[in-house]
T-cell receptor
């Protein structure tokens, strides 16, 4: 069974600064997908970024980028030029590339952005 | 309306009530999901439907009964719930079963 670990329950960053959220996972599979979702106080779960395991290039979406280290089973999220609207709970998630539909989530990291 | 919608957004019910949660996706997706999010716990997958067929039941108690009449609609029928069932219930959909999942805003359920 896959597990996803987010070792930072809470993080804080100053507005306009950069912050990195950590995520590690455990799997014996070679074909899988990794995601970062954010959940603001509205509780809507919003996709931030996606990474396919077979791609060596790290995914980027505007101010959001990942550092995907497949051998180390690490998938960190970097938020550059942090904005007040980035404040949210961030979840790392794993999806098997096989027939298992289960999206496995970590426990989340609560990000606070200070003005 | 676009994306994934859920109704109602908030629901308070007694343990003897019967209620239903509704999810609708306007994305043309083929797979739909129910998740439960409790305080201090990771999201838990409850049910998966792929092309209207249930493909996953993650050991969910029978007091939760899903229904998927077509690829766009998913229901969660609730009866004789317990206070520990109080949680945020999230619906999601994806183009295929192994693909990015898009979530609705959730239904905040309180069982008294």
């Amino acid at each position: 069974a896959q597990t996803v670990t987010q070792s930072q329950p809470e993080m804080s960053v100053q507005e306009a600064e950069t912050v990195t959220l950590s995520c590690t996972y455990d799997t014996s599979e070679s074909d899988y997908y990794l995601f970062w979702y954010k959940q603001p106080p509205s509780r809507q779960m919003i996709l931030v970024i996606r990474q396919e395991a077979y791609k060596q290039q790290n995914a980027t979406e505007n101010r959001f980028s990942v550092n995907f280290q497949k051998a180390a089973k690490s998938f960190s999220l970097k938020i550059s030029d942090s904005q007040l609207g980035d404040a949210a709970m961030y979840f790392c998630a794993f999806l098997s590339g096989g027939s298992n539909y289960k999206l496995t989530f970590g426990k989340g990291t609560l990000l606070t952005v200070n003005p | 309306e676009t994306g994934v919608t859920q109704t109602p957004r908030h629901l308070v019910m007694g343990m003897t009530n019967k209620k239903s949660l509704k999810c609708e996706q306007h994305l043309g997706h083929n797979a739909m999901y129910w998740y439960k999010q409790s305080a201090k716990k990771p999201l838990e997958l409850m049910f998966v439907y792929n092309f209207k067929e249930q493909t996953e039941n993650n050991s969910v108690p029978s007091r939760f009964s899903p229904e998927c009449p077509n690829s766009s609609h998913l229901f969660l029928h609730l009866h004789t719930l317990q206070p520990e069932d109080s949680a945020l219930y999230l619906c999601a959909s994806s183009p295929e079963s192994v693909d990015t999942q898009y979530f609705g805003p959730g239904t905040r359920l309180t069982v008294l």
